[in-house]
């Protein structure tokens, strides 16, 4: 009988109710998270960079879609923390509104 695989975990977590991400050199370190759905998550965003950065999400697949949770701002080597109240399963969208080219995608499973 062979093993399963293990996964290795990356260094922050991208799944589950307390999320890790991490702004460096004007990105994140993650461009996918997942969340169970219908539950209360934590978000902790820890901005290694000189510039400004927030973690906000958005309804659908881009930042036209509803604003679901507008991220407060993280200055320079700050670390903050967003409480959401719970998604319904689907796909969502992530980004630093001050730098969109940093997004992602969360998905509620």
């Known amino acids: 009988e062979v093993p399963a695989p293990v996964e290795t975990e990356a260094e922050g977590n991208t799944s589950g109710d307390q999320l890790e991400v991490t702004a460096a050199s004007l990105a994140f370190d993650v461009e996918e998270l997942t969340v169970p759905a219908d539950q209360p998550f934590t978000v902790t965003l820890q901005n290694d960079d ?28 700050a670390t903050i923390e967003e409480s959401v109240e719970g998604l319904e399963k689907g796909s969502y969208y992530f ?4 730098h969109p080219s940093m997004n992602g995608t969360l998905t509620a499973e």
């Open 50 to 77: 000189a510039a400004v950065h927030n973690f906000s999400i958005y309804e659908g697949d881009s930042p036209e879609g509803e604003l679901i949770l507008e991220g407060q701002d993280a200055a320079a080597n």
């Open 95 to 98: 980004q630093c509104d001050y």
